[in-house]
């Protein structure tokens, strides 16, 4: 049966109906119309559908929208704007980083995370931090220049 | 982005009449009558039909002064398309940021046979070079004859045709063209897809005039991304659509002899598709017509596919009846010298089945309007698309229109076009707009394969320690079960399971180089596939198709050879290439990566010298890759202990001949370089005697962010006066050579199958 769910998306609330098993991930692209968080396996393996519930880094793809409950959800687009972005926007802009650009949802949004928490990362920290996400395109070095970029911006 | 959709501009010429005025431009010195004569010979108010040998078909001139340049070719995310508007501002004399690339559709351009063999600079930038130098020299013509002056004496900058010297003598493209079409007929060859030309008189400018060509212009599509503004393929939505998953069967070869609909009637709106092999469900919510696919009852036939042992797939190979043999390359007398020879050296190397694994599996929306068909693809091929689409619906070519919409990456035949031809049935079936979105099983499970291969090298050495004869051999799968477009059900997916066979291509390939041996063969074999139709083992083009297997295989060989002649790999290689850009790629990789000339393998890694399990060593590998040049150098670690490899560092010297944009350039071979890094030491199709059981990213890894080499160093070797070749996929092809050869520097061991995985790699050292 399906029920109402209240969603606090990007600073905006919402209210869905949806079957309480649906992935967060088809509430935010189908009922809400926000196409940033991508379909990549639907099995947490790889990030497309990544979202911040509350700061913290989720993979839409296999959390019921039930579970949601409260917390904050920020998607890639409530990272930053064209007039007030995130630094790791504009660094992924300088550093040129994507090729397709499908997978930038778990990079931005778990640096986004990372970066905040852990001020001046080691190299090795960073790759750490990142890992398990997937680019398929091969810019695993222009991640990399991109997120150190980012965190020396952030000081 | 620069993909936008056509303007429909109102006819410039039509808006004057309207109002009553028949002059283009006030205070023409040039007679009325004559000047509209001459205008209305090379310009259409209305759109002259979309045809290879219209000016129009590849450039217009806004009425708001931008230029659109029409590409029938795509861009999967390697920035082509700010060389091509690089390539057209610079022919065009406008300003860079004035052109508009529209991109894939095949309402707005012709095929140019989309993203295909790294040939979208190479084919597909020569053409709307020679079609902006031609719509030059028209606007250049048609200025004369306003202004009153000879051609000769005018010039063009940002889009304003000048003498030079008298402000008031001048006239503008706009003014000339604005918003109306050229009426210009270009030489065309007669040919579509990659090989289309058609060149209009105009001859290019001299490269050493060039002012936008070679300058690291950026990607201005890379900020919509980070801020989320651009869409998918999978992002598009059509009023009515319905959302379908497709199912397909446990066992390769089996098909639906049972569907039991009622097991989903309590899912709201969920409908079967089934028509032969083909099956899937729809339902209004996405979520819905995925819990539809996995509760679905179905009874399928029995099938067992005869694929052998995972174990035994290069033996299978090895016994399997040669289907078709071919000599690609013979000189000399090569049986005589092998017959001859003081000594001869040969190995043998295997390479498996490879997944495409695009980052998301495939989606495309189809809405069939009456008898008219609309495509959204992330197919890179979309006009071969449209006509796959138009011919499994049973349509005219001219009713269904293709527009490719960027997905999650794709190089090569992956799973896009497929996707639209389930589409597109289903959309028929249903009477309403379709969107197919694959899952993850089906994208790694169900995606067309690079083919699995094994190579034979010899080389016969006379008393002198000279390389008398070289053979190349491969036996292997054929390089395209299915085309590498779906323009023919045939080659598709959904064609298959509605009855048409697989017409497996027959073909393979050879080793790409300048070696001077004065006896040379190289020969391929294929073996037929493993399943006549629907197979989850079907080949076709994987990025640079044969590239990666048939050049690990040489390029290993020959550091082979010259361990066995006892000389430093660099050196082997500058004795007996040939061809000087090749040499100057080798040379160059050696001096930036700071070769130390020595023979494989170091002898300091042994005993007490050693601390730890880590050993470290160098190798070199270099191509040709028609006609673009790689040479590489890898510097890896082996942790003889685990089988890890860590490729710490790669160095590639490149020549594609005259550089659109270098730092564009650089970014596509580190992501070759790292794409490829990954193929070699993780990837490999897993399969049982049923299917394809790489199924996803556990199943079918590939190189983490923690793998990745700690630096890509890069020597970009230009030759503006040649004309550009590819440099999407060549990079591609020497790096697991270059990762095997300097495995070998490390451990002394010589890995001889792919992928070098640690499993495998420790078996190797055992």
Redesign the interface.
Known sequence: MDDKFSLDVDGKTHTVT??P???LL?VL??DL?L??P??????A??G?CTVQLDGQPIRSCTTPVSAVGAAKIT???GL???DK?HP??TA??EE??????????GW?LTAAAFLRDNKKPTEAQI??A???????????????RAVKRAAAMMG | MRHEAQRVAPSRRNLLKSAGALVVSIGSPVPLDFARAAEDAVISGAKPPLKPDRLSSYIAVNADGTVSAFYGKIDGGQGLHIAIAQMVAEELDVPFKAVKVVIGDTGTSVNQGGASGATGVQNGGKQLRAAAAEARRVLVELGAEKLGVPAERLTVDNGVVHTGTEMAKSVSYVELIGGRYFNVALAWNGKIGNPLYAPGKAKPKDPKDYKIVGQPIKREDVAPLVFARRDFTSDIKVPGMAHARMIRPGVAGAVPVNVDENSIKHIPGARVVWNQGLLGVVADKEWDAIKAARELKVTWSNASPPFPDQASLYDHIRKAPVRKREVAEQIGNVDEAFKNAARVIEAEYEWPFQSHASLGPACAVVDIKGDEVTLWTGSQKPHFTRDGVAAILGLPVEKVRAIWVPGPGSYGRNDAGDAAMDAALLAKAVGRPVRVQYTREQGTGWDPKGPASIHRVRAAIDAAGKVVAYEFGSKAFPRVDVNSNESKPHDTLAGQLTGVALQSGDGFGAPEDSYGFANKRAYWETVAPLLDRGSPLRTSHLRDPLGPQIHFASESFMDEVAVALNLDPVAFRLQYVTDPRDIAVIKAVAEKSGWQSRVSPRKDQSGAKVSGSKVSGRGISYVQRHPTRVAMVADVEVDRSTGKIWVRKFTVAHDCGQIINPDGLRQVIEGNVVQSISRTLWEEVKFSNKTVTSVDWMSYPILDITEAPETIDIVLIDRPEIEPTGAGEPATRPVAAAIANAVFDATGVRIRRAPFSPDNVKAALS
């Open positions: 949806a079957d098993d649906t992935p088809y692209r189908d119309g196409n940033n991508h379909f990549g396996c639907g099995l393996q790889c497309t998607t890639l687009a930053g704007t064209p972005p790791l926007q992924y802009i040129q980083v994507p090729q397709c650009g499908y997978c930038i949802n931005l790759k750490d990142l890992s398990g996400l997937k680019c398929r395109c091969g810019t695993h070095l222009a991640i990399l």
